[in-house]
C-alpha cells in the first residue's frame, strides 16, 4: 500500500478542507531548495516550507549538529535541570536581539511563544497588584498562532470563527497610515489604564495576506504605547531571522518591543522550538517571595537539546557572510521583480516586497483566504515544478536563502505564467 494510500486512511492535515481534499504528494526526500516525491519528480521550495525553512533542506551541517546532541543527551526535564545547548543559545540570542533583553523562556512552536507573551504580559501587572491592566491591543488582520490566547489576538476571521464566543476581548487597531496614527495614538492613550500589552507582527502580517506598513509609522506607534507603559510585543515569529532583510524587523525601528517572540526560522526550519525573550523589568516582576507570583506556564519539550542544537547550528550559518549576501541578493532580485510585475499586463496588484518577501494580489474576487484561485495557481505551478500556496488571492515568494540564480528565475517565471493561466476564463 503506497504513502499516500495510507495517508488518505489515517491522516487529518492541516488548513485543509477534508471533503474532495487533493491527493497529496509524497515527499521522500529534499535537499536544498528543492523537493523530492515518490515519483523522483522535483518541486523549487519557494515558500519555505511554511516560511520555516532558511537554509534549504537536510543542510549537513545542522544535521550533524542534531545527530552529534541525540547521541549526547536527548531531552531532559527543565524544571531543575538545564544543559549547555539551552544556555549557549540564550546567550548568543541576548546578544543579537534588537532590544535590552535579559531573560529567554522557553517553548515549542511560534502560536505558544505568542501564548507566553500574552501570560507573561498580564501577569506583569497582576503581580503588582495592577490587575485592571489585562486587555491587550493589537491589530486587525492580524495572526498570532491557534492556541485560544493566540487566537483572541488574532483577527476575528476563518481561523478563529468556529470560537469567537470564547475568544477574550481584545483592542483591535488599524495599521497605522499617515492618515490614522494620531487616530490610533489617541485609543492608546484612552487605554492606558487597562491594556497590558500591545502585540504587533512588525511590518508584515503574514498570514493576514503579507500586509506590509511603515516602519516610520510603527515607530511612532510604539512611542505612545511606551509613553502609557503599554508592554510591546513583537511577533517576529515569521520576520525574524532574515526575512525582512535585517535579522530581526524590529531593527527597523528606533523603539523597540519589551517582549519578542521567535519560532519558525529559530532552528533552521529542522526542529520545533519557540522562544519569548524579555526585559529585565518584566523579569523582575517575578523575582519575589510570593509563590504566587511564579509564573507558573511550561511544556514537556522546553528548551529540548536537540532543537537548540539545530538553533545553534542555524545560527552559526546565518552569521557566515555568504548567507547575509544571499538574503542581500534575494532581496535585491525581488525589487526587480516587483518592477516587473508592475509593468506587466497580468491581473495583478498592490505588488510590494521587503527583504525577501515578495507579495501581490490577484486580481480575481475578494482578498480573502476561501478565495479559490489560491488551490487553482497552486496546482498549476506544481505541474511546473514549483511549489507556492497562496493565501487566497494573495501570491507570495519567501524562499531559502541558499536559492540558485536559476531556481529563483524559475519560481519567478511559473509564478507569472500560472497566474495569468489562473485568470484565464
Known amino acids: 500500500m503506497s ?36 515519483e523522483g519528480k522535483t518541486y523549487i521550495d519557494a515558500i519555505s516550507s511554511w516560511w520555516v525553512t532558511l537554509h534549504g533542506h537536510a543542510h549537513p551541517y545542522i544535521a550533524e549538529k542534531i545527530y552529534q546532541q541525540a547521541l549526547e543527551l536527548e531531552q531532559v526535564i527543565f524544571a531543575g535541570f538545564t544543559h549547555r545547548p539551552a544556555v549557549e543559545l540564550a546567550e548568543r540570542l541576548l546578544a543579537r536581539l534588537p532590544g535590552a533583553f535579559a531573560r529567554i523562556f522557553y517553548s515549542d512552536n511560534g502560536s505558544t511563544s505568542t501564548e507566553v507573551a500574552l501570560k507573561m504580559s498580564v501577569q506583569y501587572w497582576w503581580n503588582q497588584g495592577e490587575k485592571k491592566r489585562n486587555k491587550i491591543i493589537a491589530f486587525k488582520n492580524s495572526y498570532h498562532g491557534d492556541t485560544f490566547g493566540a487566537m483572541s489576538v488574532s483577527d476575528r476571521s476563518v481561523f478563529t470563527m468556529a470560537f469567537h464566543d470564547l475568544l477574550f476581548d481584545v483592542i483591535f487597531l488599524d495599521t497605522p497610515t499617515q492618515h490614522n496614527l494620531q487616530d490610533l495614538i489617541k485609543t492608546m492613550d484612552e487605554h492606558a489604564d487597562t491594556a497590558a500589552a500591545f502585540i504587533y507582527e512588525p ?95 511550561g511544556h514537556s519539550f522546553t528548551a529540548n537539546p536537540i532543537a537548540c542544537s539545530a538553533a545553534l547550528a542555524s545560527l552559526d550559518l546565518l552569521e557566515k557572510e555568504v548567507c547575509s549576501q544571499k538574503i542581500e541578493w534575494i532581496s535585491a532580485a525581488h525589487i526587480q521583480m516587483t518592477g516587473r510585475l508592475t509593468d506587466s499586463t497580468l491581473p495583478v496588484k498592490d505588488v510590494r516586497n521587503l527583504g525577501t518577501i515578495l507579495a501581490f494580489e490577484v486580481d480575481a474576487g475578494k482578498k480573502e483566504y476561501l478565495n479559490t484561485i489560491s488551490t487553482t495557481i497552486t496546482r498549476k505551478a506544481m505541474k511546473m515544478g514549483v511549489y507556492i500556496r497562496p493565501l487566497g488571492n494573495t501570491v507570495y515568494l519567501m524562499p531559502p536563502y541558499c536559492i540558485t540564480n536559476d531556481e529563483l528565475e524559475r519560481v519567478y517565471q511559473v509564478m507569472e505564467e500560472a497566474v495569468l493561466a489562473s485568470c484565464e476564463w
Open 203 to 297: 511590518l508584515v502580517q503574514g498570514a493576514g495576506g503579507m500586509n506590509m506598513y511603515s516602519p516610520a509609522l510603527l515607530n511612532e506607534l510604539l512611542n505612545a504605547a511606551k509613553q502609557n507603559q503599554i508592554i510591546c510585543i513583537a511577533d517576529e515569529v515569521m520576520t525574524g531571522f532574515g526575512r525582512t532583510g535585517k535579522l530581526f524587523a524590529s531593527e527597523y525601528m528606533d523603539h523597540k518591543p519589551d517582549i519578542i517572540c521567535l519560532s519558525k526560522g529559530l532552528t533552521g526550519g529542522t526542529m520545533a522550538l519557540g522562544v519569548t525573550a524579555c526585559t529585565d523589568k518584566i523579569y523582575q516582576a517575578y523575582v519575589d517571595d510570593d509563590a504566587l507570583k511564579t509564573f507558573f506556564h
Open 3 to 38: 504513502i499516500i494510500h495510507k495517508d488518505q486512511m489515517y491522516i487529518w492535515h492541516p488548513f485543509t478542507r477534508q471533503k474532495n481534499m487533493a491527493t497529496p504528494i509524497a515527499i521522500t526526500k529534499a535537499r536544498g531548495s528543492l523537493l523530492f516525491d515518490e
